[in-house]
């Protein structure tokens, strides 16, 4: 079991840039593979980005690559989604998620077993 807690969103301007984290309650974060969802007001849950246990791969939707970058922290049990040239349509809230092991088919949210609570990402124009 590893809890998750999501935090860094906001209220900010188009153009800007943000950083979220995720923290985890596990001493292992390295067992887990992990990633970042979205979900927007009355839509479905989305894929941001995802990355192995050690870090050493990364994976993107494709709308978002170039402006999003995922990385971890396994000593400080964290989790990061760095965000820049922020849209108007990033206006959602940011889970992180996390499932024990190695997983391929990363942009299915069903495939992952622990989620966070959240954290809202509000950008103006």
């Known amino acids: 079991q590893v809890y998750l807690v999501e935090s860094g969103g906001g209220l900010l301007q188009a153009g800007d840039s943000l950083r979220l984290s995720c923290t985890a309650s596990?001493?292992?974060?390295?067992?887990?593979?992990m990633a970042w969802f979205l979900q927007a007001p009355g839509k479905e849950r989305e894929f941001v980005a995802a990355?192995?246990?050690?870090?050493?791969?990364?994976y993107y939707a494709d709308s978002l690559k170039g402006r999003f970058t995922i990385s971890r922290d396994n000593a400080k049990n964290t989790l990061y989604l760095q965000m820049s040239s922020l849209k108007p349509e990033d206006t959602a809230v940011y889970y992180c998620?996390?499932?024990?092991?190695?997983?391929?088919?990363?942009?299915?949210?069903?495939?992952?077993?622990?989620w966070g609570q959240g954290t809202q990402v509000t950008v103006s124009s």
């Open positions: 990355i192995a246990r050690n870090g050493a791969s990364t």
């Open positions: 998620a996390a499932v024990t092991g190695d997983l391929s088919a990363y942009m299915g949210h069903y495939f992952y077993s622990y």
């Open positions: 596990s001493r292992t974060l390295s067992n887990y593979f």
